[in-house]
C-alpha cells in the first residue's frame, strides 16, 4: 500500500478551516445519514445501494431487503434474482446485488459476520473502500474517520481547503486542518451543503454563508 501522504497546514490554514466547519455545524447542529439502518451491517449494505441514487430510493427496498434476508449469512446465500427484484429501483440492480452478496458472503468468511471496527478491517471486505469504510465508523461508532465523496471533494476545493482531486488525498488533508475529534462529523455536514447550496453545476453563491471564503473562481450571480 502507498504511504499516506503528509500535509502540515499552518495555523492560518487550520483557523480558516475550523471557521468553515463551525459555520457548517451552526446550519447543520446534529448531522447524521439520511439512510435509514439498525446496524453496521445494514448502513454497509445500504451505502454500497446508495452509489448513483438517491437515499430516498435506498430507503424504500431497504425494508424489504433486510426483511427477506436479515442477516449477512441470508443474503450471502441469497437468490441473486430474488435480490435484483428487491434493488431494481435503486438502479445498476445487477451490480448492485452482485455486491451486497459478495460483501456479505466476505463478511462471513472473513469475520464470523460481525463487521469489524476499524478501517483497516473494513476496506479489506470486497467492494468496500475508503469512502464506505469511513461512513461506516463515523455514523455508528462515532470513530474519527472522514469520507470523501464527490460533495466533500468539489466543496473542500472551492473553498480552498484543498487542491487535491484524489480523495485519499482530500482526505488526508481534511484531517491534518481539524483535530481528530471533529473529523466523525465532517463529511456528512459538507455533503449537505454540497447538495443544498454548493452544488455542482449551479452552485447559489448569493445566498452562501460562505461566500467570504471562497476561492472559487466563477462564484454565481443571482438569477
Ligand atoms: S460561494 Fe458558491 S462556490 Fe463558494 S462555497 Fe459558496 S456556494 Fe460554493
Redo the contacts with the bound molecule.
Keep these: 500500500m502507498a504511504p499516506a501522504p503528509h500535509y502540515a497546514p499552518g495555523t492560518g490554514q487550520k483557523r480558516n478551516a475550523r471557521v468553515i466547519l463551525n459555520r457548517l455545524k451552526k446550519r447543520y447542529p446534529v448531522m447524521r445519514t439520511a439512510l435509514d439502518y439498525r446496524d453496521a451491517w445494514q448502513l454497509l449494505v445500504v451505502t454500497v445501494l446508495s452509489a448513483q441514487t438517491t437515499d430516498e430510493n435506498v430507503n424504500r427496498v431497504a425494508p424489504d431487503l433486510f426483511a427477506r434476508w436479515p442477516a449477512p449469512e441470508d443474503l450471502a446465500a441469497a437468490n441473486p434474482e430474488g435480490v435484483e427484484e428487491v434493488v431494481f429501483s435503486t438502479g445498476f440492480y445487477r451490480q448492485k446485488t452482485k455486491s451486497i452478496i459478495s460483501l456479505a458472503a466476505d463478511l462471513v468468511e472473513r469475520y464470523n459476520g460481525v463487521v469489524p471496527d476499524t478501517l483497516e478491517e473494513l476496506v479489506k471486505l470486497r467492494g468496500v473502500g475508503r469512502k464506505t469504510a469511513s461512513v461506516v465508523l463515523a455514523e455508528v461508532w462515532d470513530i474519527p474517520a472522514i469520507a470523501v465523496d464527490t460533495h466533500v471533494k468539489?466543496?473542500t476545493n472551492?473553498?480552498g481547503l484543498t487542491r487535491e482531486s484524489d480523495p485519499v488525498k482530500v482526505e488526508f488533508e481534511l484531517r491534518a486542518l481539524h483535530p481528530e475529534r471533529e473529523w466523525s462529523g465532517i463529511s456528512m455536514r459538507y455533503i449537505q451543503?454540497?447538495r443544498e447550496?454548493?452544488?455542482a453545476r449551479r452552485?447559489?453563491?448569493?445566498?452562501?454563508?460562505?461566500?467570504d471564503?471562497?476561492?472559487?473562481p466563477?462564484?454565481?450571480r443571482r438569477p
Design positions: 468539489r466543496v472551492r473553498l451543503f454540497g447550496v454548493c452544488d452552485p447559489l453563491c448569493w445566498e452562501c454563508p460562505l461566500a471564503r471562497c476561492a472559487y466563477d462564484k454565481t
